[in-house]
């Protein structure tokens, strides 16, 4: 067990639609990281949230957004859902401080109709 | 960015070491070597992570080329749990946080 948990575990929804998945970092970290993996395929990076500030962003359209609350818990909101999101979200939590090693979450497993 | 290359799957007999190779050609000097591997599309599991010089611990060993440009994870007694995707992944270190990208990953089944 990480600590980093991630809620819900299974969403569906249908194209065009909005989704919020939601992220509690682990205990002392303030860095959280959002990652999607589609099936068969490894995590690719979305984006990077440090001290409530985008930290980094990877190759995703501006319709991934997120945010990060003071307690370092996060959210990914995704707008106009298309049916290539249908994937596992993961969300890592780390330190900033020396060594920083992520530790991720379960995930949840979005599929869109 | 595909900055790791592994190879796509490995079998390992039970009992016996298993050794995941890693190519990490265009590594930079601050650049970390992370191993993750992930069991039935969980959560990425944390395994071992190292710079330049070798690393251990209970999990696994990790050893790194002088040139720093490829890497080999070593399972030491692969068991069946150890059936998984491994990730050689390269850390981007920054001031604030770092970012990882993930290869290709490595399918190892461990036979018994």
């Known amino acids: 067990e990480t600590g980093v948990t991630q809620s819900p575990t299974h969403l569906i929804k249908t194209r065009g639609q909005q989704v919020t998945l939601r992220c509690s970092s682990q205990s002392g970290h303030n860095t959280v990281s959002w990652y999607q993996q589609a099936l068969g395929q490894g995590p690719q990076f979305i984006f990077q949230y440090y001290r409530e500030e985008e930290n980094g962003r990877g190759n995703f359209p501006p319709r991934f957004s997120g945010l990060q609350f003071p307690n370092y818990s996060s959210e990914l909101n995704v707008n106009a859902l298309e049916l290539d999101d249908s994937a596992l979200y993961l969300c890592?939590?780390?330190?900033?401080?020396?060594?920083?090693?992520?530790?991720f979450g379960p995930g949840t497993r979005l599929l869109v109709l | 960015d595909a900055k790791t290359t592994q190879p796509t799957s490995m079998d390992c007999a039970e009992g016996r070491a298993a050794n995941l190779p890693c190519n990490h050609s265009t590594i930079s000097g601050n650049e970390y070597v992370y191993w993750y591997r992930q069991i039935h599309s969980q959560g990425p599991q944390y395994i071992i992570h190292?710079?330049?010089n070798n690393e251990t611990n209970e999990m696994a060993s990790l050893i790194i080329t002088e040139d720093r440009k490829s890497s080999t994870l070593i399972l030491p007694h692969a068991t069946l749990r150890d059936t998984a995707v491994y990730y050689c992944i390269v850390r981007v270190g920054r001031d604030t946080g770092n970012q990882f990208y993930f290869g290709t990953g490595t399918s190892l089944t461990v036979i018994p």
């Open positions: 190292g710079l330049k």
């Open positions: 890592a939590s780390s330190r900033t401080s020396g060594k920083e090693t992520q530790y």
